[in-house]
């Protein structure tokens, strides 16, 4: 009974606590004290009528009893005491009313502009994902004490920089939303297609950011939070395809569709509808509606190329970026011919920009092949090779430069 409330509530718990508090790692302790009281006192004395409001009560005084206890050895804590307790009369009848807009509090908190991008991925997974520090680390190849370090160092920067555990106001919430949103689909992204590494994907990792996502969507329903949500489900639609048994890479074209989840793809397809007709999307709502256009087509044949196109060039002037351009690139290579995307990959190499980039040399050596042009191909697919992290990558371009030398 305990673990099942600890395993559904005990982010919305800890999230509460820290704004009672006012400490990550008082409010951590305290729940922790919290869950260890329900395994005593709940099976003698039954399921509370409101659990998580229970579990919120006893670890706010539990942390009082333990700063009580402290306030010998220092005694500010004393009066950091009293003014919890003060607080704590009337407040039990409004717990549970305050939980989510606490999970949504602690989100934007995580993903405070004044905390480093690799700080905020990962305090969110660890503070509001409840994942530890060797499950980040894993996921990320970081070391778990390098983990432990970012989030301890985090955790000091929130309390010494005073940064404030609310919602941002109206007038803040589209930068600030646009910066949980980023740290929501980076962490998509790692576990989609990793960055480096044995593995071509981490269901664990984007399973995590999708269960932020729909938790986004639930308390904050902007339209380009509804937008990433079908982005991440639409990809993930695919994820049964994206490899063999022996987790060899297999590229879109030649994924066999019946393995797409199509649950995942009729829910994907109707988030980007209603984010859509908000008319107040973005870049996620956009690259949403352009893995719709693929999850909607029967074969890879039947892509309407011309559709994605539109969309790319729509995209393109929403956020404009170098990958961005690479992508609209292979759209029109798929609609215009190999020689017009390899026209635009080669102007933004000769720009200096993606130089650094596997995919965009990949791009242009398979741009070159279909062209006919080998020793092209060749020389992009071995400074490809020579910038690869994932082996599952580097296993396929090794393929194709052999085919290419016999």
């Known amino acids: 009974m305990v673990d099942a409330v600890y395993r559904a509530d005990s982010r919305r718990v800890l999230a509460t606590l820290i704004r009672l508090l006012g400490d990550f790692d008082r409010a951590e302790e305290a729940m922790h004290d919290a869950f260890a009281a329900a395994v005593e006192q709940w099976p003698r004395e039954g399921l509370p009528d409101n659990p998580r409001a229970w579990l919120v009560s006893a670890g706010r005084f539990k942390a009082i009893d333990a700063m009580r206890r402290r306030a010998r050895f220092d005694a500010s804590l004393t009066e950091l005491a009293e003014r919890i307790a003060a607080g704590a009369a009337d407040a039990s009848e409004s ?11 602690l989100i934007f908190t995580c993903c405070h502009p004044a905390l480093t991008l690799d700080v905020q991925v990962a305090l969110t997974l660890r503070e509001v994902c409840g994942l530890k520090t060797e499950e980040i680390g894993r996921a990320f190849l970081v070391n778990p004490p390098t983990v432990a370090q970012r989030i301890v160092r985090a955790k000091a920067k929130i309390r010494d920089a005073r940064i404030p555990y609310q919602v941002p106001s109206r007038d803040e919430l589209p ?12 962490v998509f992204n790692e576990g989609y297609s990793a960055s480096s590494g044995m593995s071509l994907t981490r269901c664990d990792v984007s399973a995590e950011a999708i269960r932020l996502g729909r938790l986004l969507v639930e308390l904050l329903p902007e339209p380009e939070a509804v937008g990433l949500l079908a982005l991440m489900l639409l990809h993930e639609s695919r994820r049964a395809a994206r490899s063999t048994p022996d987790g060899e890479l297999v590229l879109l074209a030649d994924q066999d569709r019946m393995l797409w989840d199509r649950a995942l793809i009729t829910e994907g397809i109707s988030l980007v509808e209603r984010a859509l007709v908000s008319r107040r999307f973005g870049p996620y709502t956009l690259q949403a509606a352009i893995a719709a256009v693929h999850a909607e087509a029967a074969t890879a044949d039947a892509t309407d190329w011309a559709q994605i196109v539109g969309l790319y060039d729509v995209l393109a002037r929403a956020d404009p970026s170098p990958v961005i351009e690479l992508n609209r690139a292979a759209a029109i290579a798929m609609h215009d011919g190999p020689a017009a995307g390899l026209a635009i990959v080669d ?56 085919e290419l030398r016999s």
């Not at 646009?178 to 689909?185: E, I, K, R, T």
């Not at 933004?348 to 092949?369: E, M, N, Q, T």
Request: hydrophobic share 40%; proline share 1%.
């Open 175 to 186: 930068t600030r939303l646009d910066a949980v949103l980023h740290v929501v689909y980076l």
């Open 95 to 105: 717990i549970d009313d305050s939980l989510e807009d606490d999970r949504l509090r």
């Open 347 to 402: 102007a933004i190499l000769a720009r200096g920009d993606l130089v650094g980039y596997h995919l965009a040399h990949s791009a242009r050596a398979d741009l070159c092949r279909r062209l006919g042009r080998a020793d092209d191909a060749r020389a992009a697919y071995q400074r490809a090779l020579e910038l690869v992290g994932q082996e599952p990558e580097r296993r396929f371009l090794e393929r194709r430069l052999s």
